[in-house]
């Protein structure tokens, strides 16, 4: 949002200016699981619906989806206003492992708003280096607009923040941040009980086989 105001001059009297509010919303996020495309779907059409767009509109939409997993979990945060939405895609549930890779999904809606935004701007961070993901550039004669990236592999551990800037038409924005922590790869218990017999299992024709050399 934007204000107009008055700032105190360290000489007395006051100086007119203008200054720019940053929307970033700070909802919980909201994790889910599916074990199906139609899952899927209804998971976004109720978030959708119970954010404004209308059934019809979000139906439109969900016709437009491809390359979604068979199965997994997402994390969504929506922003109320027009319909703000950004949403990863993951293989399982948090925490991730080294070498996974996670869909960003970004859907957005003016929902017949005067303010719309002139492109959206994508970016990860983690370990304190930022890459851009997408700057996209919605087509307002195609409403609702949705976007989905390619496999995105996190290669490294720690958290690892995804964003998305709404940049509006009047030189506001809104950020959505949606975080997820991504863990070094762990053997099992099981897995090291396995190997464990397998190893003694060796070491012990291999001394039977010394033993039965040297007679």
Request: hydrophobic letters at 40%.
């Amino acid at each position: 949002m934007r204000f107009r105001g008055k700032k105190r001059l360290s000489g007395g009297g006051f100086m007119d200016m203008n200054y720019t509010v940053v929307e970033v919303n700070v909802l919980e996020h909201t994790y889910y699981r599916f074990s199906t495309i139609e899952e899927f779907r209804s998971i976004l059409k109720s978030e959708l619906v119970a954010n404004g767009m209308s059934s019809d509109k979000v139906e439109e939409l969900l016709s437009r989806i491809e390359g979604i997993p068979e199965h997994g979990s997402i994390i969504l945060q929506l922003k109320k206003g027009s319909v703000y939405m950004l949403a990863l895609i993951l293989p399982h549930d948090p925490p991730l492992d080294i070498n996974d890779s996670i869909i960003v999904l970004v859907v957005y809606s003016s929902l017949d708003s005067t303010t719309t935004i002139n492109n959206i701007r994508i970016y990860s961070i983690s370990d304190a280096s930022e890459e851009v993901i997408g700057v996209l550039n919605p087509d307002q004669d195609q409403e609702p607009f949705i976007w989905i990236s390619h496999p995105i592999q996190v290669n490294k551990a720690g958290i690892w923040s995804i964003i998305a800037d709404f940049i509006h038409n009047d030189g506001t924005y809104s950020t959505i941040v949606n975080n997820v922590n991504v863990r070094f790869n762990v053997v099992s218990e099981s897995i090291i009980g396995v190997i464990s017999m397998l190893v003694a299992g060796l070491i012990s024709v291999m001394v039977y086989r010394r033993l039965s050399n040297n007679q």
